[in-house]
């Protein structure tokens, strides 16, 4: 699975790997990457079915869109990274911690959860195989952002929207349906990489109480809550997110 990808930044800093949320690309990170890829080799990608991506044909696993990862990572020649995921992207890092913890240096997961509800993402798969992504864009929206944000930077949410949009009905369903067949909690405890949760206040995909109960399940694990900030939290509050996760991460290998 080759995935679409870019990579930037200094050859010789730490790898850190952006995962995006469902229904968008790697430019969903576009606020942060400029900061971020002065400190790091930044390495953003599209899941499959997203973006520049193969569409291969659903249902996916979190498991798949994980080894779709590693996959790339080995072409690249990258053995250790950190990884910062959003949503669909947040478990695909809960799943690389467990699975491959010594890969993995820090680790960030915002706005996500091990577990969602299943008849929700099946149901919107469904939808979306039958009718297009854009029969479920609207509420998407209402998610993403909070009304406030949603009033004052329409550029913004039109930009997000046609990122929606242009995502393959085939893709979009079997990421649906990756979520749906998620269930992480009983990974958590074994994630040793040092790990910072971010949530929105105002996430109603992604309820701050998930937040919590990722954060109480991995050792040592610390929570940031934003507001105002819903579902696309990096995109509302960019710099806040921005400078959460360069604290977070040091910016040397081996400390």
């Not at 799943?95 to 929700?120: G, K, M, Q």
């Not at 991995?218 to 819903?230: G, K, N, Q, Y």
């Amino acid at each position: 699975m080759g995935l679409h990808h870019l990579m930037e930044g200094p050859e010789d800093a730490p790898v850190l790997v952006f995962s995006n949320s469902l229904g968008t690309t790697l430019e969903m990170w576009r606020e942060q990457a400029p900061a971020l890829r002065e400190r790091f080799r930044l390495l953003r990608y599209d899941h499959r079915g997203h973006g520049g991506s193969p569409v291969p044909p659903g249902p996916y696993t979190i498991e798949d869109l994980g080894r779709d990862v590693m996959a790339l990572l080995e072409r690249l020649g990258v053995e250790r990274f950190s990884f910062c995921g959003l949503s669909i992207g947040g478990m695909v890092g809960m799943w690389l911690a467990s699975e491959a913890p010594e890969r993995i240096d820090r680790l960030v997961l915002c706005c996500t959860s091990a577990r969602f509800n299943p008849d929700a993402y099946e149901s919107r798969a469904r939808t979306v195989r039958q009718h297009g992504v854009t029969k479920v864009a609207d509420a998407v929206l209402e998610r993403w952002f909070t009304p406030a944000f949603r009033e004052s930077r329409p550029e913004v949410v039109e930009w997000a929207g046609q990122m929606l949009r242009d995502t393959p009905p085939e893709g979009y369903a079997g990421c649906c349906e990756a979520i749906s067949a998620a269930d992480l909690p009983g990974t958590l405890g074994g994630i040793r990489a040092p790990t910072l949760v971010i949530a929105g206040a105002e996430d109603s995909a992604a309820p701050p109480v998930r937040s919590e109960f990722i954060c109480a399940s991995v050792p040592d694990a610390r929570l940031i809550v934003l507001s105002p900030a819903a579902h696309l939290a990096n995109v509302e509050q960019p710099e806040p997110v921005t400078r959460a996760i360069l604290d977070h991460l040091p910016s040397e290998e081996g400390q």
